[in-house]
């Protein structure tokens, strides 16, 4: 960050891929969060280990069934009044069909971060 051009270029934050390599998704965006322009809503179930090639796929999860800390991550977003795009992310099911993971996500954002998927669905956050 202390060579990049925020002028010209933002970040993009993808906290499976930063926490499958050792990094800590919430500290990220307190530290860089004027710079974050969009963010992937990913999940990946990982431990201190940092993980390489085909492993880091296996990894990732529906949201909510991984080792982000999505309470934090969203609080941290909301308490910097981000306001760009939010892309929910899958790369592959664990366990079952792409739709029945796409729905758990789907039910995570609403259900247990309180989140509208839509203009219209916004209440609270």
Known sequence: MDVLDTSVVGLCIDPAHLQVNGSDPV???RT??????????????????????????????PLGEGTVDFVSLTDALLDLAYGGPVIVELDRPAIGTAEASCLKSVAYLRDTLGLALTPAERESR
């Open 32 to 61: 860089y969060g004027d710079h974050v322009d969009y963010v992937h809503f990913k999940d990946a179930t990982v431990g201190e280990e940092r993980l390489h090639g085909f492993d880091r796929y296996k990894a990732f999860a």
């Open 27 to 29: 500290d990220v965006v």
